[in-house]
Nanobody
């Protein structure tokens, strides 16, 4: 059974930084593209960043480009999202998922029925 656990969220002032982590079990982590998504209240889940299985290719939504950095440690089955220069509009629940994006074409597949979502980690940025 695939399990996904996100952590690292919190309350931060605008301009601050947070580092999110995502650990997985039950899947061959090194074989999968991984992605970060977020969902604000009343809004649809949106793609934030995507990284290829090897880590050699990354993709970012325009809204976070230049501020967020995605990375992965395949030896630890862990995905990261370093978030700098945070803005109030970054406030959302953040989720990670396997095989839910394409870093080469910049495509997001959040609505695939077989995606295993974790509980998410809340990021709140105060102004």
């Amino acid at each position: 059974q695939v399990q996904v656990v996100e952590s690292g969220g919190g309350l931060v002032q605008a301009g601050g930084s947070l580092r999110l982590s995502c650990t997985t079990s039950g899947l061959t982590f090194i074989a999968y593209t991984m992605g970060w998504f977020r969902q604000a209240p009343g809004k649809e889940r949106e793609g934030v960043s995507c990284i290829s299985a090897s880590g050699s290719r990354t993709y970012y939504a325009d809204s976070v480009k230049g501020r967020f950095t995605i990375s992965r440690d395949n030896a630890k089955n862990t995905l990261y999202l370093q978030m700098n220069s945070l803005k109030p509009e970054d406030t959302a629940m953040y989720y990670c998922a396997a095989d839910a994006c394409d870093p080469y074409g910049g495509r997001w597949f959040a609505k695939r029925p077989n995606i295993n979502w974790g509980q998410g980690t809340q990021v709140t940025v105060s102004s």
